[in-house]
């Protein structure tokens, strides 16, 4: 059973920074893909960033050129850094994996941007 934990949310001003990292347990294998995606109050939950299982990645329109996903095989865990923020990132901000035909999810970490 594959388990997924996040940090590195918070309080941020308009043009600031913050990262985010997602630790997943449960296995010794390298998760390929895994990845990052948000849900604003009021709003469906949608892809930011991820990996995908072949290696390459994929940013949401509205982060490219501000958000950066990379990770740390050995350690099975993913980081997001996110920089210029906009009061329109805020939101939760959800790690998820795909691993053998399931799909995991953590429990979220609260990201918001104040204008």
């Known amino acids: 059973q594959v388990q997924l934990v996040e940090s590195g949310g918070g309080l941020v001003q308009a043009g600031g920074s913050l990262r985010l990292s997602c630790a997943a347990s449960?296995?010794?294998?390298?998760?390929?893909?895994m990845g990052w995606y948000r849900q604003a109050p009021g709003k469906q939950r949608e892809l930011v960033a991820a990996?995908?299982?072949?290696?390459?990645?994929n940013y949401a329109d509205s982060v490219k050129g501000r958000f950066t996903i990379s990770r740390a095989n050995a350690k099975n865990t993913v980081y997001l850094q996110m920089n210029i923020l906009k009061p329109e990132d805020t939101a939760v901000y959800y790690c998820?994996?795909?691993?053998?035909?399931?799909?995991?999810w953590g429990q979220g970490t609260q990201v918001v941007v104040s204008s």
């Open positions: 998820n994996a795909a691993w053998y035909g399931r799909t995991y």
């Open positions: 449960g296995t010794v294998f390298t998760i390929n893909a």
């Open positions: 990996f995908t299982s072949g290696g390459t990645t």
